[in-house]
Every structure is written in structure tokens, then in C-alpha cells.
């Protein structure tokens, strides 16, 4: 995953119902989360968090 990728986070991460899908704003490498992806949505949310909770839209 790279910045500008469309992805889709989980719910466990968003607390929404469903996956909600988003561009990577950004791509970072934390000491203690390891990777972190910030995305944002079409309404203008921005979520992040471990890369573990984020998957490839297609």
C-alpha cells in the first residue's frame, strides 16, 4: 500500500457498521504501532491506525 491507494478499514477500527473505504493520506512507521495508515473518506473523515485493520479496495 502507498499513498493515494484506495483502501477499506475495518469496522473494529472506524466503529462503524460496515468497511468504510478511503485514500491513504498517509504512511507512517511508529516505534511502538509499527505501520500506520491515516485515509480519508468521501464526507471528509479522517481515520488511522494500525496497518492491520486497513484492506485493498478493489
Known sequence: ????DMVK???K???????IE????DIEKNPFKG???AIK??????FFGEEKYFLPAC
Open 35 to 37: 505501520i500506520v495508515i
Open 1 to 4: 500500500m502507498k499513498t493515494g
Open 22 to 25: 478511503g485514500k491513504i493520506i
Open 9 to 11: 478499514a475495518s469496522p
Open 13 to 19: 477500527l472506524t466503529g462503524e457498521m460496515q468497511w
Open 41 to 46: 473518506d468521501k464526507l471528509g473523515r479522517i
